[in-house]
């Protein structure tokens, strides 16, 4: 795998980042709670992790990028959950977060859902990650669970990853009800800390359940596109759109600031227990919506393959 590089993440107390999202959020949705909270076993239900929390050694991994994906697909760039891990200095972490996956193991593109506790010197890994792709009988979302069709811990193209021990710890519990605001969930925390610590990135992942109402996602089309996809435009023409129901479980990371590394700066994926699944937009029913998550910064950041040539395009 390519070059690595890192960097220290700016870690504020868990109650002073709770203030900061709590005064975002209210500018947004018309209910907010913001705690602190011991994380609940998250190897129950609606989660079904294979660890029971998201605390220590807490690590954001940037991996590959956008521009391996447009103009024009980069079939070469495949990477490895148990690698990332190594490069991380933290064999056997817990991973979660939104990525592509790997299209030598699947023949064809899809969305990752990562949930997968990486493989340590004494275990094997714990692969409870998803994939949603097109179905190509109805052209609706084909959502599975990885382990179920694959046994390698592949993924490619690009992915934003939070790590950690996955050992339980206190976290921020953030619930919030009806939005009034034009920004979604996860722009609305991330915009929070920006304004709030300006240059100094602060970086968190975390999971959330969109409990009531229903959502915006998209999901890439199996086959890659022929034609270069040039811009934002030519990106959504490509990608598939649906409106999904709740409960959608949402795995979240996110970077207030980009301190020159050419992060995509929040990446949200979604999977549930319905056979829906995908890349998080936002809400499309503001009036019930209802969201109920858990986050925790991250103490370091890994870029890990940076595109030589960037641009801007298909970020959102
Ligand atoms: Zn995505």
Redesign the pocket.
């Known amino acids: 795998m390519a070059e690595t590089e890192s960097c220290a993440l700016h870690v504020p107390a868990l109650e002073d980042i709770s203030e900061v999202f709590k005064v975002g959020l209210q500018k947004n949705y018309a209910e907010v709670h913001v705690r602190i909270v011991d994380c609940p076993d998250l190897t129950q239900t609606p989660f079904c992790f294979p660890v029971k929390g998201i605390c220590g050694k807490s690590r954001i991994a940037d991996v590959g990028g956008v521009p391996y994906l447009v103009p024009t697909v980069r079939l070469d760039k495949i990477y490895n959950v148990n690698t990332v891990a190594k490069k991380i200095n933290l064999p056997g972490a817990y991973m979660l977060g939104?990525?592509?996956a790997s299209h030598r193991t699947l023949g064809i593109n899809a969305?990752m859902i990562f949930s997968v506790q990486a493989e340590s010197t004494t275990s094997p890994s714990v692969n409870g990650s998803y994939i949603a792709s097109v179905n190509p009988a109805d052209g609706n979302c084909l959502l599975e669970k990885y382990k179920d069709n694959h046994t390698d811990d592949e993924f490619g193209l690009l992915s934003n990853i939070y790590a950690s021990e996955g050992k339980p710890g206190k976290v921020i519990e953030v619930i919030v009800k009806k939005r009034t605001g034009e920004d979604n969930f996860v722009s609305c925390m991330r915009n929070s800390l920006k304004t709030h610590y300006g240059d100094k990135a602060v970086g968190i992942g975390g999971t959330f359940v969109i409990e009531e109402g229903k959502a915006k996602l998209?999901v890439m089309p199996r086959e890659f596109s022929a034609c270069p996809l040039i811009t934002d435009d030519d990106v959504d023409q490509w990608l598939k759109f649906y409106e999904m129901k709740a409960p959608l479980i949402c795995q979240s990371v996110f970077v207030s600031h980009d301190p020159g590394f050419d992060l995509r700066l929040e990446?949200t994926?979604c999977f549930s227990h319905h056979g829906e699944g995908g890349?998080y937009h936002t809400d499309t029913t503001p009036d019930t919506v209802q969201y109920h998550g858990y986050f925790h910064p991250a103490e370091f950041l890994y870029r890990i393959d940076k595109p030589a040539v960037t641009h801007v395009v298909g970020r959102d």
Do not use: F
């Open positions: 939104a990525g592509a969305e998209h990446h994926h890349h």
